[in-house]
């Protein structure tokens, strides 16, 4: 029988593969780390919670007893070396850590660390794999028809973040008549959107982009939209969303089509 380990982070995603596992009877055990606030539902299971600094020795434990593959989910807060608190298992990784670090990007890191759970003999799993029902797949998901400048809008968004991928700074733009209103940066997806409003034009609606970024380590860092990104699509008058198929989480999936179709936002898989 598998047996997974959960590193687990806020959000409501890590509770939606705890109930996965629970109706497929899969045994895991949840490490949460210190600074990191999971949800109640999390700390009813199987959990413990540590420092950044001791995960090698507790996974090193964890394999003693039939554990061998993980799954990353949730949001982690970027550890500041000061609260890392390396035991003798994990102090060797410090200076690769803290390059990490410094080098900034939470793809560098996130692949840095899988890197690391591979080389020490844990499989490192992809949502897709454990979860496949929360994700859409290509094309148009709603009963919205996308008009030929929302399709231009896509086009073009999309190869600005396949261009600037590699700086791993944000999965997002927001584009509008084949002008850019408005990239992701550090404030997230529901800021940028609240953010452009000031700036759009009493034309054709804007189109949000939200993509995968090229070579992304998509078994840690996948896009996610939840009903409150949509909900802010609505509120701000954005015509729909644009998404990596097969690619992206989409947290209470059946809310959020049901929601977009009545909204009539589009959610457009490429």
């Known amino acids: 029988m598998k047996k997974i380990i959960i590193l687990t982070g ?12 629970k109706r497929e ?6 490490l949460v780390f210190e600074k990191n606030p999971v949800s109640r539902f999390i700390l009813k299971n199987k959990h413990k919670v540590i420092n950044f600094g001791k995960i090698i020795s507790e996974l090193n434990f964890l394999k003693t007893q039939g554990f061998n593959r993980i799954i990353m989910v949730g949001n982690l807060n970027r550890p500041n070396i ?7 298992n994990s102090i060797k990784l410090i200076p690769l850590f803290t390059e990490i670090l410094f080098k900034g990007g939470d793809n560098n890191l996130l692949t840095f660390c899988t890197n690391q759970l591979n080389k020490i003999g844990f499989k490192v799993l992809n949502l897709k794999v ?5 994700f859409l797949d290509l094309g148009n998901q709603t009963k919205v028809k996308l008009s030929k400048t929302n399709l231009n809008d896509i086009i073009k968004g999309k190869l600005i973040l396949d261009h600037i991928s590699k ?16 990239i992701e940066a550090a404030q997230g997806t529901d800021n ?11 034309i054709n609606k804007p189109v949000l982009i939200k993509l995968a970024k090229v070579k992304q380590n998509l078994k840690a860092d996948l896009p996610t939209i ?7 699509c609505n509120k701000y008058k954005i015509s729909g969303i644009a998404y990596s198929a097969n690619k992206t989480l989409f947290l209470q999936k059946k809310k959020i089509l049901e929601y977009c179709n009545s909204k009539k936002i589009f959610l457009y898989g490429i």
């Open 10 to 21: 806020g959000g409501s995603l890590p509770e939606e593969v705890v109930k996965k596992l």
């Open 130 to 134: 454990i979860i496949p029902e929360i």
């Open 82 to 88: 000061t609260d890392i608190k390396p035991d003798i």
């Open 25 to 30: 009877n899969i045994s895991f055990f949840c």
């Open 167 to 182: 700086f791993d700074i944000g999965q997002s733009i927001i584009v509008q008549q084949g002008d850019v209103i408005g």
């Open 192 to 202: 940028l959107i609240k953010e452009s409003n000031t700036y759009l034009k009493k």
């Open 226 to 232: 939840g009903l409150k990104t949509v909900k802010n």
